[in-house]
């Protein structure tokens, strides 16, 4: 069983930044690959990035350039870097966790709010 707990939301103009971070507790931490996924109201969840248990990344092609996900093993703690937010960019953004191997378990956070707005 894997918990995961988001923070770093927030309220912020068009234009700002902000940092999400996701700590993961009860399970080896690096045999996951971590994502981030958002959903808007009315919408359905949609993938942000992934990171790899090797570091490799991918982004959604609306966010390519301006959000940057990274991982600290160490710490058991997944980041989305966001900069150069948009009003479009505004949901509840929700951690991922998927065990690389079998058998192959699926964790989501509770998610924290996002909001782009002047």
């Known amino acids: 069983q894997v918990r995961l707990v988001e923070s770093g939301g927030g309220l912020v103009q068009p234009g700002g930044s902000l940092r999400l971070s996701c700590l993961a507790s009860?399970?080896?931490?690096?045999?996951?690959?971590m994502g981030w996924y958002r959903q808007a109201p009315g919408n359905q969840r949609d993938l942000v990035a992934t990171?790899?248990?090797?570091?490799?990344?991918n982004y959604a092609d609306s966010v390519k350039g301006r959000f940057t996900i990274s991982r600290d093993d160490a710490k058991n703690m997944v980041y989305l870097q966001m900069d150069s937010l948009k009003p479009e960019d505004t949901a509840v953004y929700h951690c991922?966790?998927?065990?690389?191997?079998?058998?192959?378990?699926?964790?989501w956070g509770q998610g924290t709010q996002v909001t782009v707005s002047s």
């Open positions: 991922n966790a998927v065990k690389i191997i079998a058998p192959m378990d699926a964790y």
């Open positions: 009860g399970s080896i931490f690096r045999l996951y690959r």
């Open positions: 990171i790899t248990t090797d570091g490799t990344t």
